[in-house]
């Protein structure tokens, strides 16, 4: 045998589509010595041929494929063959059924395009890697492709990508905030914990859910006088002073004629509300946490910077002679108050809940 006679074929006989080099002892090989090279394969195997123009084509026995066009083969076993078009370009496949992620492989499709199924009279559908088509039924199955968008939230500033990785510096600054600064950053995804991350994590945007950057400024300075010594007039539950210390914010317990009072400064804000920062007050009651945490309160009074009123923002609270507005806030029937569980920490998700709710989060 002559090597110089010889030509390699990237050859793949499974769903997986796993190409291997195979060695074929002719430089024009017909569709029966490609096989023949695949030890393999055996009487009912169809020989497919992936064209650099991405059409795959159905090879004969007799037939001498041109490798020029493509030196990639697939060994697929049956009786007949399924047509159908990814964006135009004509594919067969040896199986009744074929799974999305095979499609995409066939296809040769790059992460960020999205497979779309067309069938007349039928919506068109997005199909995953795991969803299986059934190509036995009538007609040719058709499928396109479009640019898959991800969106990602920057403090309320909602941005889009067509790729799926993005750094969260990157993420502040296409928002407008200078990830220089000094950040307390959290990624937030549905159903999941929040995360704190630095300006160099990088957010894979595949996750489910929506996720979301909240940015917390250090050392934001509110026009109060510097806090020279935070008072520590009662002590709150363990898990709820470990809670506040991981927020970095600053924080003081007051009693104030009968009421006792956790007084965090410097809260911030999402976008949409002014000021961007205030001063946030929970009421916390003498048999807490037997007894629920209940509303809670700003100073200066909270408003939406688009001027549309928020509801239930009437009540209000005088600590040490500063008037507080309440926002009037309560957990359903549905979720009471669990003595076991609650707390400052869940009462805090409780108020960054009702304040993305306003704007519809």
Not at 301 to 318: F, K, L, M, S
Request: net charge negative; proline share 6%.
């Amino acid at each position: 045998m002559n090597p110089s006679h010889n030509a390699i074929v990237r050859l793949a006989n499974d769903e997986t589509l796993n190409f291997r080099d195979v060695e074929v002892p002719h430089a024009n090989p017909t569709g029966a010595e490609i096989l023949d090279a695949d030890h393999a394969c055996g009487p009912d195997s169809i020989l497919l041929q992936r064209l650099s123009s991405g059409d795959l084509e159905t090879i004969r026995l007799t037939e001498t494929p041109d490798l020029k066009a493509g030196n990639e083969f697939i060994v697929s076993h049956g009786d007949r063959t399924y047509s159908f078009t990814v964006d135009g370009a004509q594919m067969v496949w040896a199986a009744r059924h074929i799974s999305g992620a095979t499609i995409r492989k066939l296809a040769q499709l790059a992460p960020n395009l999205e497979l779309v199924f067309l069938r007349h009279g039928h919506e068109p559908r997005v199909i995953e890697d795991s969803a299986v088509i059934d190509l036995a039924q009538p007609g040719v199955e058709q499928f396109i492709t479009h640019q898959k968008m991800w969106k990602l939230r920057v403090q309320g500033v909602t941005l889009e990508y067509d790729v799926p990785h993005v750094k969260v510096g990157e993420a502040m600054k296409r928002a407008g905030f200078d990830p220089t600064k000094a950040w307390d950053i959290y990624l937030l995804v549905a159903g999941l914990p929040k995360q704190k991350v630095d300006v160099e994590f990088v957010v894979d945007l595949r996750t489910p859910g929506i996720e979301r950057i909240r940015l917390m400024q250090r050392n934001v300075d509110n026009g109060e006088a510097p806090l020279t010594a935070l008072r520590r007039e009662f002590r709150l539950l363990g898990v709820d002073e470990e809670h506040l210390k991981a927020t970095g914010l600053e924080w003081e317990t007051v009693k104030c004629s009968e009421r006792r009072w956790l007084v965090i400064h410097n809260y911030p804000l999402p976008s949409g509300y002014s000021p961007a920062v205030a001063k946030l007050a929970l009421d916390i009651p003498i048999d807490y946490p037997q007894a629920q945490l209940d509303m809670f309160y700003f100073q200066p009074a909270v408003a939406r910077v688009d001027g549309v009123a928020i509801p239930n923002t009437h009540i209000q609270a005088i600590i040490e002679g500063v008037q507080f507005q309440g926002w009037s806030r309560h957990r359903n029937g549905a979720h009471p108050w669990d003595p076991f569980s609650d707390n400052v920490a869940t009462q805090l998700a409780l108020v960054e809940h009702s304040l993305a709710r306003e704007f519809g989060e």
